[in-house]
């Protein structure tokens, strides 16, 4: 099941260690699409140019429906991109894209030395990212006549909605975004609140 609230880069961070000689500095971005996960690991990897790597990963949305993606960019092959997507993937953090770049520093790694240093640190990056909460919304439209306005708003301020507009003609109609995993029971409350004259409509079904 997909999360209906989890937590996202609040902004963007970074993080560097040296490993054997070797430079590794992880940056993480928030991304909330595809595309923006696609622009930042290209803007990120553009600023070291002269790096022997930049591999990364992401993870848009968070859950079995998230879209993945990972790169090793030129190291062997499942020693990099894919332990930084697991990192990710276990981190609890969605919409988020990772680049850990490294500048090569004259002593091999090894395989197991690969994905243990691309792995940590990122890992460490995450351990000091600043977060906050994304909340997946729904949208829909209410019909109220005008001695319920004030007694519904207050209502609709307990379920922290947003209200997107507020069309006032012979009844007001309410345009607004619900937390998924309240909707249900603001529909509920507002059908009580005006006897099951007005419901709360779904808009994006």
Same mark, same amino acid.
């Given at each position: 099941m997909t999360p209906t609230r989890y937590q996202i880069p609040a902004n963007e961070h970074e993080f560097e260690q040296d490993i054997k000689h070797s430079r590794f500095i992880a940056t993480v971005v928030h991304a909330p699409t595809l595309l923006d996960a696609k622009q930042a690991i290209a803007t990120i990897a553009a600023r070291y140019p002269d790096a022997n790597?930049?591999?990364?990963a992401f993870q848009i949305g968070l859950g079995p429906h998230a879209e993945i993606g990972s790169s090793?960019?030129?190291?062997?092959? #499942? &020693?990099?991109?894919?332990?930084?997507?697991q990192v990710l993937q276990g981190?609890?953090?969605?919409?988020?894209?990772?680049? @850990? %770049?490294?500048?090569?520093?004259?002593i091999k790694?090894?395989?197991?030395?690969?994905?243990?240093?691309?792995? #940590? &640190?990122?890992?460490?990056?995450?351990?000091?990212?600043?977060t906050k909460e994304q909340v997946i919304r729904r949208?829909?439209? @209410? %019909?109220?006549?005008?001695n319920q306005y004030e007694v519904l708003r207050r209502l609709l301020n307990t379920f922290d909605p947003v209200i997107e507009s507020e069309d006032f003609a012979s009844d007001i109609t309410l345009m607004l975004a619900l937390p998924?995993?309240?909707?249900?029971?603001?529909a509920d409350a507002i059908r009580e609140l005006t006897y099951a004259e007005s419901e709360l409509i779904a808009l994006d079904d």
């Open positions: 790597h930049n591999c990364w090793d960019d030129g190291e062997p092959a #499942g &020693t990099a991109g894919r332990p930084m997507l981190s609890g953090i969605g919409d988020i894209a990772a680049v @850990v %770049t490294r500048y090569f520093g004259g790694l090894g395989t197991g030395g690969l994905v243990r240093a691309y792995s #940590g &640190t990122l890992q460490k990056a995450l351990n000091d990212l600043p949208t829909g439209m @209410v %019909t109220i006549n005008y998924q995993d309240r909707w249900q029971e603001c």
